[in-house]
Nanobody, 121 residues
Framework: QVQLVESGGGLVQPGGSLRLSCAASGRIVNIYTWAWYRQTPGKQRDLVAYLTSSGTANYVDSVKGRFTISGDNAKNTMSLQMNNLKPEDTAIYYC???????????????WGQGTQVTVSS
């Protein structure tokens, strides 16, 4: 079973930058979308950014101009570059891949375990 592993989280001061990475343990066939979500205690998991199979990136308004999502299917990795971080960006960040598998034995959705991002002075 293919798993997603996130890395790159940590503590950063406001205005700083972090780059989150997500690596698949194996190849995921026929990826439909790449996405990053975030969640704070007591709140639902919210979509932050996603990348379509055609290469179009989409972002929630609060991160536009600051975050950049990217994916590399050949390397089975995805990233979220976060610049000019704000305290309200503090959350656990999760990577997500939706797929359209060719066999019912393969899952439709993959999730990482989450990585903590804390923005504080």
């Amino acid at each position: 079973q293919v798993q997603l592993v996130e890395s790159g989280g940590g503590l950063v001061q406001p205005g700083g930058s972090l780059r989150l990475s997500c690596a698949a343990s194996g190849r995921i066939v026929n990826i439909y979308t790449w996405a990053w979500y975030r969640q704070t205690p007591g709140k639902q998991r919210d979509l932050v950014a996603y990348l379509t199979s055609s290469g179009t990136a989409n972002y929630v308004d609060s991160v536009k101009g600051r975050f950049t999502i990217s994916g590399d299917n050949a390397k089975n990795t995805m990233s979220l570059q976060m610049n000019n971080l704000k305290p309200e960006d503090t959350a656990i960040y999760y990577c997500n891949i939706d797929a359209r598998p060719t066999t019912p034995d393969d899952p439709l959705t993959y999730w990482g375990q989450g990585t903590q991002v804390t923005v504080s002075s």
